[in-house]
């Protein structure tokens, strides 16, 4: 493992994205979010990812300079169209315009299809929790044919699906969950690559349908779970109808799929409906409640959504951010092609 402190990999992993081109502004924000994923815990949308992102770069499948359009819009909604840049980037300004438009008519949902990846979830919903609204997202992958199994089946329909609510506190800068359909997400099994280690049963079929703890299965013809059984199927199937038909790409099962990273975001206006403080302490009362229910035999500490995100940002803001070296050597690989210069210190 490599130790890290935030500020320098985020300086690093920018400087990385400005040598292969990009523009600063922009490779100063998606090395921000990417790098905020680490802090918060969930290094499946850290920065492992700059060694696809620069693939993408090259592949022409992110375009830096794509400009963003608004394919439809009325009042309370807007489908926009990415122009395959920075899926960060369009989710972002999605978000700001659903909080927009939330703010001046209580309601704002938006789609957005045609970008890059798009990021953690998680971030836009606690940007929006921490302006006073209470917001989802939901959102599909890009990978024809899928890489999840329905429930009962040991081929791939859906891509992980994820999806993400956050509404906001006292206590907290935000509750919020943000959890893919599939058991895990893909970037945590390429996480557990990284690493070297196994993965729990449960999370991936191997080319012949049969459970796997090996990572590696996932490369070779192996097929990702829904979590819960059918409940997680169900949702899967929600998130990618939704998804696939507000934005009109279909669904990745599907032969007229369009190949793309697709978000759908709902954002409302707390305030339309009961006083913004009142909510709050709302919630602060329900997190006080799920703290004090009585601990079931070896559990120390009960946590409320998003509790260990916050924590584990405070701890790694003073104790750095750990890359595992099969990380760290894509960034240094990556710098190298366009001769930047990538060091720990």
Request: hydrophobic share 45%.
């Amino acid at each position: 493992m490599i130790r890290v402190s935030a500020e320098l990999l985020t300086r690093t992993v920018g400087g990385v994205f400005v040598a292969a081109g990009v523009q600063e502004e922009a490779a100063k924000q998606v090395a921000e979010s990417l790098v905020e994923n680490n802090l918060v815990g969930h290094d499946s949308h850290g920065v492992l990812r700059v060694g696809s992102y620069i693939q993408a770069l090259e592949d022409g499948k992110l375009d830096p300079q794509g400009e963003t359009t608004i394919l439809r819009e009325s009042a309370t909604t807007a489908l926009v169209d990415g122009g395959r840049n920075w899926g960060i980037l369009v989710a972002r300004a999605a978000m700001d315009l659903a909080m927009a438009k939330a703010r001046e008519h209580d309601l704002g949902m938006v789609a957005i299809r045609n970008t890059a990846h798009t990021g953690r979830l998680g971030e836009y919903v606690t940007r929006a929790a921490q302006e006073g609204f209470v917001a989802m997202v939901i959102g599909t992958g890009s990978r024809p044919g899928g890489t999840v199994a329905p429930f009962g089946a040991a081929s791939p329909v859906f891509n992980t699906n994820p999806l993400s609510w956050g509404a906001p506190a006292n206590r907290f800068p935000a509750v919020f969950v943000d959890f893919a359909t599939s058991t895990a997400a893909w970037g945590k099994i390429q996480s557990a690559l990284d690493k070297g280690t196994s993965i729990p049963l449960g999370w991936l079929l191997n080319a012949q349908g049969q459970p796997t703890t090996d990572p590696a299965d996932q490369r070779s013809g192996g097929v990702q779970l829904t979590f819960g059984e059918h409940k997680g199927s169900g949702l899967a199937f929600m998130v990618e109808l939704l998804c696939g038909g507000l934005t009109g790409v279909s669904c990745a099962a599907l032969d007229d799929y369009a190949s793309q990273y697709v978000l759908v975001m709902g954002v409302v206006n707390i305030a339309a409906f009961q006083p913004l403080d009142r909510f709050r302490s709302m919630v602060d009362g329900l997190i006080d409640a799920v703290k004090g229910a009585r601990k079931a035999p070896g559990v120390d500490e009960i946590y409320v959504p998003g509790e260990l995100e916050w924590r584990t940002r405070e701890q790694r803001l003073q104790e750095g951010i750990e890359v595992p070296e099969a990380a760290w050597e894509r960034i240094v690989a990556a710098g190298e092609r366009y001769g930047y210069r990538v060091t720990a210190e």
